[in-house]
């Protein structure tokens, strides 16, 4: 069992940065893929990016060369730093644990955290 807890939401001006945290709990964190998705009022949940459990990254080409995904296994935790923030960045962000493959499809995540809420202004 695990589970997430997001933090480090907030509302940013469009070009800003903000990095959101993830904290997990149980002894085998570091065996999971970690993701992080998205969703916007009125869209379906989107993949933003992963980092697999021998810290690989793969990112959704949306966000690609702004986000950058971490992880620290010895505190359990994943991070998402958010660069040039715009404002179709707007949405809850959710982090995710999969066992599994590397994949994007968040039927294939195990776990989920609550979310965090992410606005940005124009």
């Known amino acids: 069992q695990v589970q997430l807890v997001e933090s480090g939401g907030g509302l940013v001006q469009a070009g800003g940065s903000l990095r959101l945290s993830c904290a997990a709990s149980?002894?085998?964190?570091?065996?999971?893929?970690m993701g992080w998705f998205r969703q916007a009022p009125g869209k379906e949940r989107e993949f933003v990016g992963v980092?697999?459990?021998?810290?690989?990254?793969t990112y959704a080409d949306s966000v690609k060369g702004r986000f950058t995904i971490s992880r620290d296994n010895a505190v359990n935790a994943v991070y998402l730093q958010m660069n040039s923030l715009k404002p179709e960045d707007t949405a809850v962000y959710y982090c995710a644990a999969s066992s599994g493959v590397v994949v994007s499809t968040p039927s294939m995540y195990e776990y989920w955290g609550r979310g965090t809420q992410v606005t940005i202004s124009s």
């Open positions: 149980g002894r085998t964190f570091k065996t999971y893929n």
């Open positions: 980092i697999s459990w021998i810290s690989t990254t």
